[in-house]
């Protein structure tokens, strides 16, 4: 585990910390690490410069108070709607999906982050000019819908939300000035890039002592096969359609069990083995992806 | 505070005489703490029970410092766990312990010394940091940072180049619109890029490391745009074969940036992955 992960978990998910070993200073349990989540590499902080951080934050959950992911109002302020959400930040060096809870009050909308308590963004309802969803594609293939929100100061910031339509017609109700919205507004899909089949897929990956199966999920458009493990940054495998020169069903057992496994030419990677709950559907519109008819998500 | 404290630095095979001489943070001596009976000895030095702190440049050179002292001994015993920064063992003190504390700890009838701490800990956890620490043997951490240029990797899109040829004999209004739609197409074209370069780098590096761990991002520039950014678990005698991967994708994609970084001791592996989940440890998937 590395410090960052470490400070994730502390930070974000204090529920799984063990106190194996605690030094506490002026009665504030501050290294709470246990000895074995603390096994890490300590360059991260070379790097980032973060270790003050890290304490006053450890400090800061020590000392977090029951009211924390509750939003302070200001007098004569209601509260609207409160779901989970996230801001995007997306400056010159980050962009990044930062979770929180959104607050919708009659005055403001808040994303605020628990531990450490931050209000991570803000606007006045009254500085509120335009709301809409967005859909965004995220790299592993799975669609989302965010909120759009533009600011008179012609900032504005895009928001995750748990219902987004929710968010967005409340907010469009509750705003005093008169507000630009539209429903769901997606960039239209080039003809490459509809999906034939999309679902869970596992993946051999070849490996130095022997291959590994690894669960990720799966996207074939007319453009060729992508798999994405939710672990790594970006695909592990992308196939353009016109590497494919074969598929078939495969005979060994997968991680799904018998019949699942299928195998897949490549003039780039050779042999590429797959394996799916229904291996059917990938190895027809393998077969064929110009001719395929869009499925709906597997 | 008088009752003493340990810093440590890293759990080692147990070989006599392998802290001799080696200095840790602020130029305190090392010394191995044994516990009898595993084979297992933790690098520690005497502490104060209070964390460092100080400014970012001081807690740069106390992590080198302890970087520097982790290697020396790293070397003479071929293999370590090694810490991060500010582990620190305390005497047991009951009346600090808070409510919340795991039971064994508020259920302490006699308070232990840092070093009786440490050695209970080490010893209920033997076997694993055995079995952790020789499957890390004779290995090293290597770290690789690639990204693409952002304007690099779409210099061959032919409709950014039809664009910005377009771009030089228009009106201002128009030229804003036709900005943003080039950035738009340079955006999409290297995230094309970074996908399939990852893709291709991944594997070729799987064939040539023991384990990759994916790290977050630590891109800076806005003009580039992230493609890998991970730490190698790889065997001292492989270590070559992965810059012969990194030189050769160098050389077949001009839009690469590469760091490779390393040989370090294994710090991003150290963790005990046989007992309880581990966040960024490989993927729970069956070997086939």
Redesign the interface.
């Known amino acids: 585990m590395t410090l960052d992960d470490l400070v994730e978990v502390l930070l974000n998910k204090g529920a799984v910390l063990h106190l194996d070993l605690i030094v506490a200073v002026a009665d504030i349990p501050l290294i709470g690490v246990s000895l074995r989540a603390a096994v890490a590499g300590m360059e991260t902080m070379l790097e980032y410069g973060m270790l003050r951080q890290w304490d006053a934050d450890t400090r800061a959950w020590a000392m977090r108070s029951a009211a924390r992911h509750e939003l302070e109002l200001r007098a004569g302020e209601e509260s609207v709607v409160r779901m989970y959400g996230g801001h995007l930040l997306d400056d010159d060096f980050h962009t990044t999906w930062r979770p929180g809870t959104v607050h919708l009050t009659d005055r403001r909308l808040v994303v605020l982050r628990r531990d450490p308590r931050e209000v991570l963004w803000e606007a006045e309802l009254s500085a509120v000019r335009a709301v809409r969803l967005e859909s965004e594609r995220t790299v592993g293939g799975e669609s989302r819908t965010r909120v759009r929100v533009e600011t008179a100061d012609g900032a504005g910031a895009l928001l995750s939300a748990a219902d987004p339509e929710r968010l967005r017609d409340l907010l469009v109700r509750t705003c005093p000035g008169p507000l630009t919205s539209d429903g769901p507004r997606s960039p239209l899909p080039g003809p490459d890039e509809r999906a034939l089949v999309e679902g869970h897929l596992w993946y051999r990956e070849p490996r130095r002592d022997g291959p590994l199966w690894r669960g990720g999920n799966g996207r074939l458009t007319p453009a060729g096969l992508v798999w994405k493990s939710p672990l790594d940054a970006r695909p592990a495998l992308v196939l353009p359609a016109a590497d494919v020169t074969a598929v078939r069903p495969g005979a060994e057992r997968g991680p799904g069990g018998e019949g699942t496994v299928f195998t897949v030419e490549t003039g780039s990677r050779g042999t590429v083995t797959l394996a799916a709950d229904e291996p059917r559907r990938w190895v027809e519109a393998l077969g064929s992806p110009r001719d395929a008819p869009a499925l709906p998500s597997a | 505070m008088t009752e003493r404290?340990l810093y440590?630095y890293a759990?080692v095979p147990h070989r006599p005489g392998a802290a001799d001489g080696v200095t840790g943070v602020d130029g305190h001596p090392l010394r191995l703490l044994d516990v009898p009976g595993t084979g297992v000895a933790a690098l520690v030095h005497d502490a104060d029970?209070?964390?460092?702190?100080?400014?970012?440049e001081e807690?740069?050179r106390r992590?080198?410092e302890?970087?520097a002292a982790v290697v020396a001994v790293w070397e003479r015993t071929g293999t370590a766990?090694?810490?991060?920064?500010?582990?620190?063992?305390?005497p047991d003190?009951p009346s600090?312990?808070?409510a919340d504390?795991?039971r064994d700890?508020r259920d302490a009838r006699s308070a232990r010394s840092a070093e009786e701490?440490?050695r209970e800990?080490i010893a209920s956890?033997a076997d694993g940091l055995r079995a952790r620490m020789d499957s890390l043997a004779d290995r090293a951490?290597l770290?690789v940072e690639i990204t693409v240029d952002r304007a690099a990797s779409a210099r061959d899109d032919e409709r950014a180049r039809s664009l910005e040829a377009e771009l030089a004999d228009r009106s201002p209004g128009l030229r804003r619109l036709l900005t943003r739609q080039l950035e738009q197409i340079r955006r999409e074209s290297a995230?094309r890029l970074?996908?399939?370069l990852?893709?291709d780098v991944?594997?070729r590096l799987?064939?040539?490391?023991?384990d990759l761990?994916?790290?977050?991002?630590?891109?800076?520039d806005?003009d580039e745009l992230?493609?890998?950014?991970a730490?190698l678990l790889v065997r001292r005698s492989d270590i070559e074969a992965v810059g012969a991967v990194l030189a050769a994708v160098r050389d077949e994609q001009p839009a690469a940036r590469i760091r490779f970084l390393g040989p370090?001791p294994p710090?991003?592996f150290?963790?005990?992955s046989d007992d309880?989940p581990?966040?960024?440890?490989?993927?729970a998937?069956?070997?086939?």
Do not use: I, K
């Open positions: 404290a440590v759990l029970p209070t964390p460092y702190q100080g400014t970012d807690v740069r992590v080198a302890q970087d766990l090694p810490m991060t920064f500010n582990v620190l063992v305390a003190t600090d312990v808070p504390a795991p700890a701490r440490l800990w956890h951490e770290r995230e970074a996908d399939a990852y893709a991944r594997h799987l064939a040539v490391a023991e761990r994916e790290r977050s991002r630590s891109v800076r806005a992230g493609v890998l950014s730490a370090w710090y991003s150290a963790d005990l309880g581990q966040g960024a440890s490989a993927p998937a069956a070997r086939g």
